[in-house]
């Protein structure tokens, strides 16, 4: 029991963290802050990662509902998180434009926005994030999986918090060339991560005699 506790954690730090990626909204978040102080910097880190894990854990207690309100199976979710997935990891492997934020864009802003929007959605829990989410709460059955599971978007909030509050010294440390292949071998992992879930999404699909019956027998009929 325990040993499958800590397993459902492990796996999502792992599903989500790449994902999340905070070291690279650690470039961001240093460009968005460049000229607040460093009790404002703590404080925006600290609500980015509080809005982050609001926002996941709606969706993995609210997901099954939404799956159930829009009609959406299982499959589905898989194989649509799966392509969200390899379409994020596929845009880390390529080089892209910096976004540059300037203190006179940001000046007005107040630190709880900057902190919900562009910081904690869609950068740290946007649709990739959320997608994930989503399909673990539909795969989850029981109240300790749950559990292993707010606790593993905690740990990740933790962690991003962490790196958000010390991203000075780490984007220092990585170097321009260092955050470059940090993103590219995250990409990697999530292209990874999305196949996984198409190929896991398919094969759901072709076991769930509701969808595939029907396909079997209209194939069938033309056989004949």
């Known amino acids: 029991m325990i040993a499958n506790i800590i397993t459902i954690i492990l796996g999502t730090v792992a599903g989500l963290l790449p994902i999340a990626n905070p070291f690279s909204t650690a470039v961001v978040f240093l460009s968005l802050t460049s000229y607040r102080s460093d009790v404002q910097k703590k404080k925006i880190a600290r609500m980015t990662c509080i809005y982050m894990t609001g926002i996941l854990l709606v969706f993995l207690l609210a997901g099954v509902l939404i799956m159930n309100f829009f009609g959406i199976s299982l ?14 990891g596929f ?5 892209g434009k910096e976004e540059k934020h300037t203190a006179a864009d940001d000046a007005e802003d107040d630190v709880n926005d900057i902190s919900f929007t562009p910081l904690a959605m869609p ?7 959320i997608a994930v989410t989503i399909g673990m ?3 989850t059955k029981r109240i300790l999986d749950y559990v292993a599971i707010s606790i593993g978007i905690i740990l990740v909030a933790v962690i991003s918090y962490f790196v958000l ?3 000075p010294a780490i984007v220092r440390f ?10 590219r071998i995250m990409g990697f992992i999530l292209i990874c991560v999305g196949i996984q879930f198409i190929v896991n999404g ?3 699909f072709f076991l769930d005699e509701q969808y595939a019956k029907p396909i079997f027998e209209m194939y069938r009929s033309l056989a004949q």
């Not at 898989?78 to 392509?83: F, T």
């Not at 950068?123 to 994030?129: Q, V, W």
């Not at 990585?174 to 993103?183: D, R, V």
């Open 123 to 129: 950068m740290l829990s946007g649709p990739g994030s």
């Open 137 to 139: 709460a539909a795969e």
């Open 75 to 88: 499959p589905g979710v898989r194989i649509a998180g799966g392509l969200i997935v390899t379409g994020i």
């Open 91 to 95: 845009g880390m492997m390529r080089p």
């Open 165 to 167: 509050r010390y991203s």
């Open 174 to 183: 990585l170097g321009k060339t260092g955050m470059n292949a940090l993103n």
């Open 202 to 204: 398919v094969y759901g």
